[in-house]
């Protein structure tokens, strides 16, 4: 997801791109949910939107039961919404402060024409009830609401047409830490009395951990770590990774005293108008080194459910000395083209897991 740059002036020409959203790939599965996490500006939101289609992606496909909803003309989308719907970051901008909650959470019934006009009502009712609300408050205003309430509301709409996917994005952030666990804990039962499958979408791998068995970790628009819960969090092999799990606070380590050590990236965020070559994360990586500017890291499978798009995949302090891509993308330790090399075609990168790959002890694609 591309969205065009333009300059300044009476003829305002595309100068560039925000590239906002680049080549990510990852697979839903019915009725299960998946983290992604990244720090603010690295493409959560607009993947998400992208996802639901109130974006048009500007390359990419998304399947959804056999269809590609990047493609379909809007006809053929209109009943496909109703499938796939979201809950938004914002629970103080998303709900439109002049309308009455009833009217707010009927909104999707009426588009779609699901419930006769005169069992309206009766539903907004049931979905208020079914989020904790009080079913008579229907007639109230959003700013009648807390912050946790208000969100109820949003995940009230949400549901309003029976969805197959949520799209959750940072549901959570805006509220105080008493109140998220509530949420969180309503969207878990949610998930399971209705088996819906949830993007779960948050800024810290702590918000996550619960209610993702898989995680997907982004930085400036591109995937640089995924895999099942263990994987991420007991067997990051991503230095970003490292760092944002080095942030997350260890309440077992408070109790016994001891202390993890943070570490600390330097240096902001690069602009996703002129992301840095090779490797995004370069200019912030504590152990690049030439290769990381010269090629981009492919996304490899290094464990049954665990990929990773690193040159130097490793636990931390355990990074090996040499990348262990060079051989799959026929360079040098220095990047540089390798006549001799025969580079791998075994590195486009699909949704989900394969049943093969990459062995980091013999630096081959194989079944390890
Ligand atoms: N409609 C848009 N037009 C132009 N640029 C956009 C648009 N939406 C997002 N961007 C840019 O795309 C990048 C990713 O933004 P996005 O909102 O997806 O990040 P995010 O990961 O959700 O961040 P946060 O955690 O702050 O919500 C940012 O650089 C942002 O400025
Ligand atoms: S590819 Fe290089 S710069 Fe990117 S994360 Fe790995 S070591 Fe760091
Ligand atoms: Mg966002």
Redesign the pocket.
Known sequence: MY?PVRSTGIIRRKVGD?Q??DGISLALPKGGSVGLV??????????GRAITRLYQPTAGSIEFEGRDLATISNRELKPLRREVQMIF?DPYSSLNPRHTVGSIVAAPLRIHNVVPKNQTLKRVQELLEVVGLNPEHYNRYPNEFSGGQRQRIGIARALALQPKVIVAD?PVSALDVSIQAQVINLLQDLQREFDIAFLF?A?DLAVVRHFCPEIAV?YLGKIVEIGDRDSIYNNAHHPYTQALLSAVPDVKQAITGGRRERIQLTGDVPS?IDPPSGCRFRTRCPIAQEICSRHEPPLLQIGRRHKVACHFPGRLGEHPHAPLTAGLLGVDAEGRPDPGASPSSDLVEQPGYADTWFDLDKKSIGRA
């Not at 990244?38 to 993947?47: H, L, M, N, V, W």
């Open positions: 969205f925000i906002a959203v990244g720090e603010s500006g690295c493409g959560k939101s607009t993947a970051q940072e979408i800024h982004m996703p």
